[in-house]
């Protein structure tokens, strides 16, 4: 659960799980649809998608950011305050921290965190996580790859991407959207998503999409925020580093780009989430005068 004290916040927990539920329902729907005989057997099996684990890719180096996984929020570091929000999440089997530096992984293995060392070669967080995900002991079939800038992350949003995941058998990819503020919708920064009718993504882009003729923010349209967090089936993991990269993916530099391209599905459920991630040095002082109004330690 969020920490927030006040009512707004019991209020928005209410909301996002509303949502979450209608995201998963809508995804057994669609999976009926498609084979109610392959359905029903994969759900009665205990074994589908149940195993899971939450890793936390971060890296130092970062040409907007340089060290921002251990920049200090209200005298934690960010990368630890993701964690504990994400070890309250109760579809998590395991979450490690999956980093490239030692300064990192000496600090998450300072507040308890496991840490897998994984190679400088890795070109962002998906692929750090199927390195990761190699490097574990233990089998997973379920991979959640939990941003490390986003330290107020809502456990419920973690479970509610694993819980679409595991009920929709076509996808092989999860994530999460909530409502854009109007002033972000021409932010590069903040990535906007459309969706199809069944909770399928249909685009993300760093522009305003859907984009009107009028060229300015339409304050009616309900757009799209993405949230970082995505969850992903652990077969399709390995094979994505393989995949080739696309136009889509290079022009826009976002990741998720590449799986709809080369043609895989992915679930999308909407969270009413007030996003507080960290890009620039910037926000490090609006989340830490978010978290003063709101009493949060």
């Known amino acids: 659960m969020a920490v927030c004290s006040s009512s707004s916040s019991s209020e928005s927990s209410s909301t996002t799980k509303t949502w979450i539920i209608h995201g ?31 890793i936390i890719p971060a890296r130092f180096a970062s ?38 530096d030692d300064r990192i992984a000496d600090c998450c293995r300072g507040f308890g965190a496991d840490v897998i060392m994984t190679s400088e070669s890795c070109r962002n967080g998906t692929e750090r996580c199927n390195e990761a995900l190699q490097k574990l002991e233990k089998q997973y079939n379920i991979v959640v790859n939990i941003q490390g800038d986003e330290p107020l992350i809502e456990p419920e949003i973690i479970d509610g991407v694993v819980k679409a995941l595991q009920a929709a058998p076509d996808a092989v990819f999860s994530t999460a959207v909530t409502s854009l503020k109007p002033e972000d919708g021409f932010d590069p920064n903040r990535v906007k998503c459309i969706v199809d009718n069944h909770g399928y993504a249909i685009y993300f882009s760093r ?25 992903y089936d652990t077969k399709f993991l390995r094979i994505y580093p393989d995949l080739p990269s696309t136009p889509l993916q290079l022009e826009e530099d976002l990741e998720q780009l590449k799986v709809l391209e080369n ?35």
């Open 24 to 54: 998963i329902l809508t995804g057994a729907a669609v999976a009926v649809a498609l084979g109610a005989h392959a359905y029903l057997f994969l759900r009665r099996s205990s074994k589908f998608r149940s195993r899971v684990v939450g």
């Open 207 to 231: 522009g305003l999409i859907p984009f009107n003729k009028s060229g300015k923010v339409n304050q009616q349209f309900p757009y799209l925020l993405h949230l970082g967090i995505q969850s």
């Open 263 to 297: 043609g895989y599905k992915m679930k999308v459920i909407k969270v009413d989430h007030e996003a507080h991630g960290v890009d620039t040095p910037e926000d490090v002082d609006k989340i830490e005068s978010f978290m003063r109004e709101r009493n949060l330690s």
């Open 63 to 100: 040409s907007r950011f340089q060290g921002k996984p251990l920049v200090q929020i209200l005298g934690k570091p960010m990368i630890q305050r993701t964690w504990e929000r994400a070890k309250l999440a109760t579809t998590l089997d395991h979450v490690v921290v999956a980093t490239d």
